[in-house]
């Protein structure tokens, strides 16, 4: 598998705050990286700067091999796309009009999208099975659709890299289900790479192929999912005991281990 980003050394402060510390990791091919840590512990920041949108202290950020401050905003966003966590009525437009906006790096100056960047943002939609939302106001649908159009958006824009913050913030667990098994099939079918910051660690427990956990401002562990999903380093990570379901031999879900004793 070809190395799509590296992150060597990474430091990160705001107002001389360290908020990151000695961030190193590997994201390769076609892999789905979750990325875990509690409220506040630098996920978000992480993100931001895996794109240039935050420049670090020190340490690099290579992307195909290249450092990312060696490159352009365009040429970053040709390759590198990112789906914030929040999606506020921005868009008074058509869904394929907003998913057509990721072609944006590749037209010059007030170009117009043609034919062809239409048919890639409409088998975009299609690929995500959100086909129908084509013609649908954007702030007329609900908040699932929305992340299914950016996540449209998204693919539109880049074939290699895509950073995802908190993709499942506010959708229930139907849609919750439905965009990770989105973003799964990205990877799987399209060889794009993906890096998500996720809340539930049963959630990265099912569709990650690899784990960041995220602590006290550094990374606390990292590997293949199966591998670093553990009771143990679950428990550190949020700092609560936890108990385990085994579903498979792979695969186990985490519980907190007073729900067996609490007032339930």
């Known amino acids: 598998m070809a190395l799509v980003l590296e992150c060597r050394d990474l430091k990160f ?10 961030v190193s990791f590997k994201v390769h091919t076609g892999r789905f990286c979750a990325i875990l840590g509690r409220n506040g512990s630098g996920k978000t920041t992480l993100l931001h700067c895996l794109n240039n949108i935050l420049t670090p202290d020190s340490g690099k950020v290579l992307v195909h091999g290249q450092d990312i401050t060696d490159m352009g905003q365009n040429q970053i966003a040709q390759q590198v796309s990112l789906v914030p966590q929040e999606n506020l009525d921005i868009f008074p437009y058509r869904v394929i009009d907003v998913v057509v906006m990721g072609r944006a790096p590749f037209l010059r100056l007030s170009q ?11 088998d975009a939609l299609n690929f995500l099975n959100a086909g129908s939302l084509a013609l ?11 992340q299914m159009c950016l996540l449209a958006r998204a693919v539109t824009q880049t074939k290699y890299l895509m950073l995802l913050d908190e993709p499942t913030n506010h959708l229930d667990f139907n ?7 989105a973003i799964k099939s990205l990877c799987r079918s399209k060889g794009i790479s993906i890096v998500a910051t996720l809340h539930d660690p049963n959630m990265a427990a099912l569709f990650a192929d690899d784990l960041i ?9 990292q590997g293949p999912a199966r591998q670093a ?4 380093n679950i ?27 609490g007032p339930f």
């Open 175 to 181: 849609n919750q289900y439905h965009l990770l098994s």
């Open 213 to 221: 956990m995220v602590k006290d401002n550094t990374i606390m562990e």
């Open 112 to 122: 117009r999208p043609g034919p062809a960047d239409y048919k890639m943002a409409h």
């Open 13 to 22: 402060s705001y107002r001389q705050v360290p908020v990151l510390e000695s």
């Open 136 to 146: 649908k106001n954007f702030n007329q649908i609900s908040g699932g659709e929305r």
């Open 229 to 232: 999903m553990t009771q143990k």
């Open 235 to 261: 428990s550190a990570l949020y700092d609560i005991p936890l108990g385990t379901v085994k579903i498979n031999e792979q695969k186990k879900l985490f519980f907190p281990e007073n729900i067996l004793t």
